[in-house]
């Protein structure tokens, strides 16, 4: 059982530099994540795909794109890396539907750390 | 003000000890919540989950929930080294059609033998 799986788990960018994170999870699930996570700060929404084919601003947008490839893939992608950006990524997803408790739970990957120098 | 707010600790107990984590929440919408749990280099896990107000217990663990009070708290009886992590709350309602969740910035947690 993968769960979500993240690749890669470690990058080191210059600035500048542009990369693209890829996220895949296995579980049929409709609802996809991503979020960065740094000291003092706790998880940050940078964007999330509801559904297929749709995807909407989160908390912290700024600098990323990204893209629903398919059901499965969820992809983050930095255009111009800056030092500011240096964190650690997690995508995550959640079921949908009518059960309230699988829609409200998100299964995360391990991680991608991040520094842009 | 933060929607969530969380003592990020550091907090150090002996083992066996009673560990009581908390957070308080300034948002009346927030209708579910959670406890997750992150191993240092890992990605964060769900331990518990509630919806009302009042008790939810599982093994050594208890999910207490006080909605008059915006207040929510993990209990861990009898703590074990293997439970030295990062605990962050969370929080949901819907917004939309989409379930909008908030997380605390975590307490991490260190349980000495």
């Known amino acids: 059982n993968a769960g979500v799986t993240q690749t890669p788990k470690f990058q080191v960018l210059k600035t500048g530099q542009s990369m693209t994170l890829q996220c895949a999870q296995d579980?049929?699930?409709?609802?996809m994540y991503w979020y960065r996570q740094d000291p003092g700060m706790g998880l940050r929404l940078i964007y999330y795909?509801?559904?297929?084919?749709?995807?909407d601003k989160g908390e912290v947008p700024n600098g990323y794109n990204v893209s629903r490839l398919n059901k499965r893939e969820f992809s983050l992608r930095l255009e111009s890396a800056a030092p500011s950006q240096t964190s650690v990524y997690f995508c995550?997803?959640?079921?949908?539907?009518?059960?309230?408790?699988?829609?409200?739970?998100?299964?995360f990957g391990a991680g991608t750390r991040l520094s842009v120098l | 003000q933060k929607e969530v707010e969380q003592d990020p600790g550091p907090l150090s107990v002996p083992e066996g000890a009673i560990v009581s984590l908390n957070c308080t929440y300034s948002n009346s919408a927030f209708q579910y919540f959670m406890w997750y749990r992150q191993y240092s280099r890992k990605g964060p896990e769900l331990l518990m989950y509630?919806?009302?107000?009042g008790n939810k217990e599982d093994g050594r663990f208890t999910a207490q929930v006080d909605k008059s009070s915006k207040y929510i708290s993990l209990f861990i009886r009898d703590s074990q080294p293997s439970d030295s992590a990062t605990y962050l709350c969370?929080?949901?309602?819907?917004?939309?059609?989409?379930?909008?969740?908030?997380f605390g910035i975590g307490t991490k947690l260190q349980v000495i033998p």
């Open positions: 969370a929080m949901t309602y819907s917004s939309g059609g989409y379930q909008k969740v908030t």
């Open positions: 795909s509801a559904s297929e084919g749709t995807t």
């Open positions: 579980m049929n699930h409709n609802s």
């Open positions: 509630t919806y009302s107000s």
């Open positions: 995550a997803s959640s079921a949908s539907g009518q059960a309230v408790v699988a829609k409200n739970i998100q299964y």
